[in-house]
């Protein structure tokens, strides 16, 4: 019996230092990989895609066998030229959908779907997936309901408007976003992230080490890197944004 290689269908290998540190071991395990392209700055040109391209073959060893495939970083007003030339050329395989400010470096995001709407004309008439980070970033929103916002006030007009446009709703992290995806056509796939926790909620904790234990009986080794980083300058970040931040990275990892 001979299992193939898989595909990575989404990986952050980021850049200098970092890429040199993780390439080898992701090519090690995968064959291919979906490259995000949240760097910074964000890639968004086709020559940023290419040389971005170069570093990650660098930095695998020569034995290894690995093709990393690229994305474009959505940005408002993103140019339409620009995303089917790199469709066309080879260099990209799809575009990323950052709400603004939703994650880590995507201060650089979309703040409206009206404003990408002639990009997603173009990658629709290329053939060209968009990759989705579905969740809304309103403050009134509580955090586990901005997936569900965000199927119901942003994906589900956008698959209207832009009929054609095949979708992958990355890293679903509830049943609304598994039900969503299953009641669309064939153009709507999502991926799953298994168990979502929120470090700073002691009694969220608890749930998941018990399920754990109720599953596998122990727990041997346990990796903390859950991580939150202001998207401001230390100068601009309000006391409640600090106390989010040592929430997450300091108390979290206690």
Not at 24 to 40: D, G, K
């Amino acid at each position: 019996l001979s299992l193939r290689r898989p595909d990575d269908w989404h990986v952050h290998l980021r850049d200098g230092a970092m890429l040199e540190a993780c390439a080898a071991h992701t090519a090690r395990q995968f064959a291919r990989a979906i490259i995000m392209p949240n760097l910074v700055p964000p890639v968004t040109r086709v020559a940023e895609a290419r040389a971005y391209r170069d570093r990650i073959r660098s930095a695998v060893p020569a034995e290894l066998k690995f093709e990393p495939l690229m994305t474009c970083y959505l940005t408002d007003g993103a140019d339409p030229a620009e995303l089917t030339r790199g469709k066309q050329e080879g260099v990209w395989v799809a575009a990323k959908l950052y709400p603004a400010h939703a994650t880590t470096n995507s201060a650089h995001g979309v703040t409206s779907m009206d404003k990408v709407a002639k990009g997603l004309e173009a990658m629709e008439k290329a053939g060209m997936p968009l990759l989705v980070h579905g969740e809304v970033t309103d403050a009134d929103v509580d955090i586990f309901d901005r997936e569900a916002v965000f199927l119901d006030k942003v994906l589900a007009p956008l698959l209207r408007r832009h009929q054609g446009l095949k979708v992958v709703l990355e890293h679903i992290t509830t049943k609304d976003g598994v039900d969503f995806v299953m009641a669309q056509d064939g153009r709507v796939g999502g991926t799953i992230t298994p168990h979502l926790c929120d470090v700073t909620d002691n009694a969220a904790v608890a749930k998941m080490v018990e399920a754990c234990l109720k599953t596998y009986g122990r727990v041997d080794i346990l990796v903390n890197n859950a991580a939150l980083r202001a998207e401001h300058n230390f100068e601009e970040i309000t006391l409640d944004q600090w106390r989010d931040v040592m929430a997450v990275n300091l108390d979290g990892a206690f």
